[in-house]
């Protein structure tokens, strides 16, 4: 099994609104990661964990708040967002073996959008 | 600083003909170099990787890629393109910072025409 798998496909939310992304995989990686992208842009990476702690934040705005509660599951919960959040999240893993460089597996993506 | 550059925001070829989408790279330490294809609305899968050893590598779907350190490049080619590779095509170079990080090009979106 090689696949990232990421719920919802799509998400529509108000600004006030509380709502979580979710990203699973069973290939026994131990390194998840949060990417956004915007249209006609590249991925921009938005955090990194590894073995279940968040090991790198891009200087992420908190509204956006990642949760890994076991080496399989990663989550991002979103909160009072603001219309330019609008984007494709995508989320990746990787086997997470220390100072190596490594292949990323990603999901399909959440397409979000802010209203 | 690290970075990649695309440097053609599109390229438009024939069905059949072949291709070469360029990759520049700025990066002080042995670099890891992957280019990754995207459909519309769809996820990153990973053509093919260079990490070290043979300068040419290939990948998925008939695609191959030259490292070339003089030239800090790293060109995706094909000799001959589908209908089905029109897409958007980013390079990547990755680094190990205490966690694994990835910088993405601005990517290339091809086009075929019959």
């Known amino acids: 099994d090689t696949e990232v798998t990421q719920t919802p496909k799509h998400l529509v939310m108000g600004m006030t609104n509380k709502k979580s992304l979710k990203c699973e995989q069973h290939?026994?990686?131990?390194?998840m990661y949060w990417y956004k992208q915007k249209a006609k842009k590249p991925p921009e990476l938005m955090f990194v964990?590894?073995?279940?702690?968040?090991?790198i934040n891009e200087s992420v705005p908190s509204r956006f708040s990642p949760e890994c509660p076991n080496s399989s599951l990663l989550n991002l919960h979103l909160h009072a967002l603001q219309p330019e959040d609008s984007a494709l999240y995508l989320c990746?893993?990787?086997?997470?073996?220390?100072?190596?460089?490594?292949?990323?597996?990603f999901g399909p993506g959440t397409r979000l959008l802010v209203l | 600083a690290q970075s990649v550059t695309q440097p053609d925001i599109h390229i438009t070829v024939s069905e059949g003909a072949s291709l070469e989408l360029r990759c520049n790279y700025s990066?002080?330490?042995?670099?890891?170099l992957f280019w990754y294809v995207q459909s519309p609305g769809q996820g990153l899968q990973l053509l093919l990787k260079?990490?070290?050893?043979?300068?040419l590598v290939q990948g998925i779907k008939g695609f191959e890629a030259e490292f070339k350190r003089s030239q800090s490049s790293f060109n995706l080619r094909k000799p001959s393109v589908h209908w089905s590779d029109a897409a958007e095509y980013f390079c990547?170079?990755?680094?190990?910072?205490?966690?694994?990080?990835?910088?993405f090009g601005a990517g290339t979106r091809l086009f075929v025409k019959a």
């Open positions: 990746a893993s990787s086997q997470g073996r220390a100072g190596g460089v490594e292949t990323q597996y």
């Open positions: 290939m026994g990686h131990r390194a």
């Open positions: 964990y590894s073995y279940e702690k968040l090991s």
């Open positions: 990066y002080g330490a042995t670099p890891y």
């Open positions: 260079y990490f070290s050893g043979d300068t």
């Open positions: 990547a170079v990755a680094m190990n910072t205490g966690g694994f990080k990835t910088i």
